[in-house]
């Protein structure tokens, strides 16, 4: 068992380690000059003023001594500034971070519950209206691009019938008031709530749900309610975008698995036992039918991070996915590094914990 | 049925309460502009982006300032504002850079009057002067085309810092400061405040690169009597046209404290302009709004507007273009800050949907040109095809049809260049001993004679057995198609040959650039003459500039650019600057294609009063000036 997780670290360090290089050589490859933007503006023949540029930002060191300096600053989890931004890189990614959030993890909880309900009732009554149109909307959301449909989606509803903004996080002229003292009090109030219940009630329900309701709950304390519905208002025709999407998708995925798991001999023999079919249904096929959704959620959870970019751009989202967009139009390079190591670290964590739980969940696993 | 109703009902009562979930705009009155990038900071020095150009003209003034003219005025005829005041252009023989006040008066930039103490004089410097020059031009010409630095012999150093700095008949200009002008935090604006800003650049030449470029004539300045008076160390005026007119004055009580200028972010910015940003009005990633100063002075308000100011103006970000277009169209934004390719405003323009967008299209300085690589590594290189290299340039240059490209290309949305490269309304483009504009030749017939002459004669498939390609980007694909055809009419064959991000390195001559052709762009205004330099001339050492992408090599041609460059005398500068393009016409090493408009959409839904200016998107002074709400 031990030997399990020591494989899975190192495997996971190994990667870690060919991504930080990657995402040092790549950028210099894909440039002639990585010194490029850092000249902004200055004039070509320059030549001194461009030498000395290079020489203050080590342009001129060998590659491989630039490279050990990369590392080392990785290492110590400095990233520098960002030369567009004029602000070290983690205020700049901070400052995006929970914008992704909002639009992600709401338009992935929306999808999974959506999703897994909607999978169940059409996995349950095959070949009926449900599933039919489940598959008639699987055809449709891998044909059609989610820009277009963003883009279509603005159009009529935020420029026609003008029941959506179409642009920002915040009506133009307001930015979001977060009280951090009022937000952590909250949160620390909840937690101690929450291991509290879960001492007296001994249900494993409020370890996982503690954290994420004392984040709700801190952000409802600390944000005033005007800024929050503003707030909604503003995502929530991005958020029915990739919930359309996403809740198909994640539906098609439960479906799929409740019709394999319905055709296993286990279910039979629970039938044959006599249980009811409603016990039948949720207590053995629907949660063994949930597991592939297990790995399916863990992989995307990079995605929470990383938005989508298209969809921030098309609303002009002030998310991760519009900053690296920004980072690498606009050569910053360190940025544009240091979300992508971000990303990329994010990934590799979570498909680490995916495996830890699926381990969990599924003793076939252990056995293996 | 029951169901229907309710579903009917509960769309309905979304439809009428969500909108009320979001909250006025702040600035709903303010002129509203839209943009695809914001900028980041509000350095005045540190981007090129539209937006922050865009901030920069309202925060911050130049020593001088130039208008352009009006679209629809006629030389000799008059034209008439919306405010009905008319428009007097500057008479070039005593303005000739058509200057007007900034933060200093217009009179200090011209020869000095009997008895005034203002305009300029020529001088010789003295042994210390001259050689502090030539130590401050070493750090830019310390290094050679390729980056490296150049180990000269102290005889070696003299006899090239001879070459770039002129040891006689310098300009000492004197101006007077503006009365009326004030930061907006408050202090008075005096003379010190220039003398510091070109100082300050020229010590952080490192970090504000692209400012001290401008400064490498400029020797030094005081302040005499509240006056400003500064050094050039040269008899180039246009030079001085640069310095006083780009380079935007930042207070000294502010940047002295500023150590590293590169890296500020400067998102209250002080400056003498007439707005400013109140706190919490730099919104990043989403709205800027800048406010009009109620400190401003009312002499200089009654000057810069001839209504009443707009009091706020609003810029939003909007990343995507057509998101954008529609926020116009729907009345959500008076303006796009960003300019349009001709293909989408022929569209916006044929399609009844977006009536209400109104379209501005007026010239641009930039010219689009066929650039032949004429260098040692180039197919066009000396004793080429046969020894016929001039000879298929030439009938090249006959066969470009330039009305058919502005047809094809743009829509019809471009102008028609002369083969000296500089538009017709510039007092200095080429013109014949009639003095008329002289247009680029088209005759199909003539080309053809001209190839028949030479060793490739045109075969039965009306080929020539040339072919060539033009190396260029993607968003020239059409144009090189659209010479393509118009080639075949000579049995030449073009083909098209995708750049790649290291394009702008490939056509360098010093990276041995091997390519037939490239289609370039071009701009030669009055203030931009030392282009012709920079595009066709030579470094000391012989080898072409960085910007001579046709690798030309030709020390007539250099000879005549050193003596204009070094005219003081307008006319007779003008004079010489048409013989270099007719000389460099002659050589048939850049062809003019067209000069692509500068296309700007906006709406007179709530403002009325914009005005084109040539060469200017709508958003320019006189804009500023003339727009008011409706």
Request: one cysteine or more; hydrophobic letters at 40%.
């Amino acid at each position: 068992m031990k030997g399990y997780y020591f494989k899975k670290i190192l495997s996971s360090i190994f990667v870690l380690f060919i991504i930080i290089s990657l995402n040092f050589f790549l950028p210099r490859m894909i440039f002639q000059d990585p010194a490029q933007p850092y000249y902004a503006g200055v004039p070509e023949d320059a030549y001194a003023l461009r030498e000395q540029i290079r020489e203050e930002y080590g342009f001129n060191d060998p590659l491989i001594v630039q490279y050990f300096d990369y590392l080392g600053r990785v290492f110590t989890l400095d990233f520098g500034e960002s030369h567009y931004y004029k602000e070290s890189v983690w205020t700049v990614m901070f400052s995006r971070i929970p914008w992704s959030m909002v639009l992600t993890i709401s338009s992935t909880v929306i999808s999974i519950t959506l999703g897994i309900i909607y999978g169940a009732i059409a996995g349950k009554r095959r070949e009926h209206t449900a599933d039919k149109a489940l598959l008639w909307l699987s055809g449709v959301t891998t044909a059609i691009p989610s820009f277009w449909l963003a883009l279509v989606s603005v159009m009529l509803f935020a420029f026609t019938i003008k029941l959506f903004p179409y642009r920002g996080a915040m009506t133009a002229g307001y930015t979001l008031t977060f009280n951090m003292p009022l937000f952590l009090i909250a949160f620390a109030l909840c937690v101690i709530l929450a291991i509290a219940l879960r001492t007296i009630t001994k249900k494993s329900l409020f370890v996982f749900a503690g954290i994420p309701v004392s984040l709700l709950a801190g952000i409802i304390v600390a944000v005033p309610p005007a800024d929050i519905f503003d707030v909604a208002y503003h995502a929530a025709l991005p958020v029915m975008i990739s919930v359309f999407s996403g809740t198909i998708s994640y539906a098609l995925l439960v479906r799929n698995s409740m019709i394999a798991v319905t055709n296993e001999d286990y279910i039979l023999t629970a039938r044959a036992k006599g249980l009811p079919s409603s016990v039948v249904l949720y207590k053995h096929t629907f949660r063994n039918a949930l597991l592939p959704l297990i790995t399916n959620v863990g992989m995307s959870m990079a995605g929470l991070l990383g938005g989508s970019v298209l969809m921030e751009k098309i609303f002009s989202w002030p998310g991760m996915g519009q900053l690296l967009l920004d980072a690498c139009n606009n050569g910053d390079y360190l940025l544009s590094q240091a979300i992508l190591l971000l990303f990329a670290v994010i990934t590799v964590v979570c498909n680490f914990i995916t495996d830890l739980v699926y381990h969990k969940f599924d003793p076939r696993v252990k056995e293996v | 049925m029951k169901k229907i109703i309710s579903v009917l009902l509960f769309i309905s009562l979304l439809i009428l309460m969500v909108p009320s979930c979001g909250r006025q705009d702040k600035y709903a009155e303010s002129l509203r502009v839209g943009t695809t990038e914001l900028p980041k900071n509000l350095n005045p020095y540190s981007s090129t982006a539209s937006s922050s150009t865009f901030f920069v003209g309202l925060f911050y003034n130049t020593a001088l300032s130039s208008n352009s003219v009006p679209v629809g005025y006629e030389t000799g005829k008059t034209f008439t504002f919306p405010d009905g005041s008319v428009y007097t252009p500057s008479d070039p023989k005593i303005n000739p850079l058509a200057f007007e006040d900034g933060l200093l008066e217009a009179e200090g930039a011209f020869p000095k009057q009997d008895g005034s103490v203002y305009g300029y004089e020529y001088f010789d410097p003295t042994e210390e002067q001259w050689k502090a020059q030539c130590e401050k031009e070493s750090v830019i010409f310390g290094f050679d085309e390729s980056g490296n630095a150049i180990n000269e012999t102290e005889e070696e150093f003299m006899e090239r810092a001879l070459i770039t700095v002129p040891n006689k008949n310098w300009m000492r200009f004197r101006f007077k400061v503006v009365d009326g002008h004030s930061w907006n935090d408050g202090t008075p604006f005096t003379a010190e405040d220039i003398k510091f800003t070109f100082d300050y650049i020229v010590k952080h030449a490192g970090s504000l690169g692209s400012q001290a470029y401008f400064l490498t004539d400029y020797h030094s300045s005081e302040v005499v009597d509240g006056d400003f008076v500064f050094i050039l160390s040269s008899n180039n005026y246009t030079a001085m046209k640069s310095i006083c007119n780009s380079i935007v004055i930042i207070p000294k009580h502010i940047w002295q404290t500023v150590r590293n200028p590169s890296k500020e972010k400067n998102l209250n910015p002080v400056g003498t302009g007439a707005y400013y940003i109140k706190e919490g009005d730099y919104i990043e990633g989403s709205t800027i709004t800048a406010s009009f100063r109620e400190d401003y002075d009312e002499k200089l308000t009654k000057e810069m507007f001839a209504y009443e100011p707009i009091k706020n103006i609003s810029v939003i970000l909007m990343s995507n273009e057509d998101v954008l277009i529609n926020a116009l169209r729907e009345g959500s934004i008076d303006l796009m800050m960003d300019t349009v390719n001709s293909s989408k405003a022929y569209a916006v323009k044929n399609n009844s949907t977006y009536d209400n967008i109104q379209i501005s299209s007026v010239y641009n300085s930039f010219v689009s040109t066929l650039l032949f690589n004429v260098g040692p590594y180039g197919a066009f290189k000396e004793g080429s095809f046969n020894g016929y290299s001039k000879e298929i340039r030439q009938a090249i240059s006959l066969c470009i049809d330039q009305q058919v490209l502005i047809d094809e290309v743009l829509h019809g949305m471009g102008v028609k260049v002369g083969d000296g490269l500089v538009q017709d309304y510039y007092n200095h483009a080429y013109v014949d001993e009639n003095g008329n504009y002289v247009y680029h030749r088209t005759n199909v017939e003539e080309a053809n004679a001209l190839l028949d002459k030479t060793s490739y004669k045109m075969d039965e498939n009306g080929s020539r057995g040339i072919t060539l390609t033009v190396f260029a980007s993607p968003d020239k694909e059409v144009t090189v198609k659209a010479l393509a055809t118009q080639l075949k009419q000579i049995g030449i064959t073009l083909e098209y040959d995708q750049a790649t991000s290291t394009y702008s390195e490939d056509i360098k001559q010093y990276n041995h650039a091997d390519f037939d052709m490239i289609i370039n762009s071009v701009s030669f205004t009055p203030e931009q003459m030392l282009m012709f330099d920079a595009r066709y001339g030579v470094y000391p050492s012989g080898s072409p500039r960085v910007f001579n992408y046709s690798g030309v090599i030709d020390n007539d041609l250099v000879a005549m650019m050193k003596t204009m460059e070094q005219t003081a005398n307008t006319e007779e500068q003008y004079k010489l600057c048409r013989e270099i393009q007719k000389y460099i016409a002659d050589m048939a090493i850049e062809i003019p294609l067209f000069s692509e408009n500068t296309i700007t959409f906006y709406s007179e839904n709530r403002y009325t009063g914009w005005t084109e200016a040539e060469g200017s998107s709508i958003w320019n002074s006189y804009s500023i000036r003339y727009l008011h709400t409706k």
